[in-house]
Structures are given as C-alpha cells and as structure tokens.
C-alpha cells in the first residue's frame, strides 16, 4: 500500500467542513422543534377518547415510521412543487425531517402520557383547575421530565441524519465533505476529519443533555 496520508488540503477547507456542521445543527434544531409540536399533537390525539382521531393519528404515525427518511426528504423536494408548494433546500429537508421525526416522538410522548399517575388529574380536579390548565400545568411537566432522555437520543439522531440532505444538495457538513473530497482528492483524510466532526459533536450533545437530565432530576 503505497498511500500516504496528507491532511493539508483538508485543513485548508476546513472553515467549509465547520460551516456545514452549523447548519447540520440548525436543521437538527429546527427539525426537532416542528417535531416535538407536532409529536405532541399526535401523542394526545392518540390517548384522547374520540376513537376517529385516535386511529388518524395512529394511521399518522404507521405511514412516517414504516417510511425510508430519505425517500420522504426526495417527496418533499421534488414533489411538492409539483403540487404547489415551493420550498428551498433547507426548508424542504427540515419539514421532511420535522414530519418524520414527529411520527417517533409522537410515541414516547404517548408513553410519557400513559406513565403519568392518574392521580395527579384527580387532584388538578380537586382544586378546581380546567382540563387544559391540567394538562399545561400538571401533566406536561411530569411527561416531559420522564421522556427527556428519549428526547435527547432523538434529536443526536437526527443531528445525524441531516446527513440525507447532501442528496438535494444542501450543503451541510457530508455535502461540504463530499465536495472537498472531489477536489483535492484526499478520500480517506476526509472523511477521516468528517467522521471526527460528527462523533465529536454527538459526544458534546450526549454530554449536555445529560448535564440537563441531571439537572432536572435534583430539582424534582
């Protein structure tokens, strides 16, 4: 084996590799915005006792979980201007993801619901407060705290799959390594450095959600 490696070219690029890891947060972020909201929805439409809009949301998240990312985040690009809506790139890819993303949170929230003690309800009831304030005030929290660490490895999951969105040319950080590497030709010291880049930020991500989770189990 005569190669040798030779990270020059990837060092002079790599302000190109740093600027595609931001916006492979930013879409990760955005993403899992939309979808918490959205998983939310889902998550009390599927509990609630009206049996229509439990089996819709139910047929919701059957139809997003059995369905490739990548083919959804292809429908959303080249599909939808067909049909009237037109998105750019990055908003095409974080309403695929947001979308996709909301079919998986929808059922840890729904299992954060279902582990809430029915006894906190009855005693919201007791002092007078409304379905609504029961569930903002009461039972939100509760859930909330119990599903954050699923929520954590949700959103370092989806960090990583902003990677898709190199297939419609957004140039995140596997586009950006991918272009680099068509460029100066130094294959492996790129995605040597790409894979560095994203192992690293998923550890600082793992580290500061469990950080918060600390946190927030102290204080309860």
Known sequence: MGYTLNFDAVWRNFDHLLWGLGLSLVLAFFAIGV????????????????????ALAGLYVT????????????FSFFALPQLGLRLSKQSSFVLALALYSAAYLAEVFRGGLLGVPKGLREA???IGLTEGQIRRRIILPVMLRAVLPALGSTFIGLFKDTSLA???????????????NVETFRVIETWIVASGLYVATCSILAALLRRIEARLAVSR
């Open 35 to 54: 979808g918490c909201a959205l998983g939310l929805v889902l998550a009390f439409a599927r509990t609630s006792r009206s049996r229509p809009l439990a």
């Open 63 to 74: 139809l997003l979980r059995n369905l490739p990312l990548l083919v959804l985040v292809l």
């Open 124 to 126: 919201g009831l007791a």
């Open 166 to 180: 190199a297939a419609i040319a957004v140039p995140e950080l596997t586009f950006e390594a991918r272009k680099i």
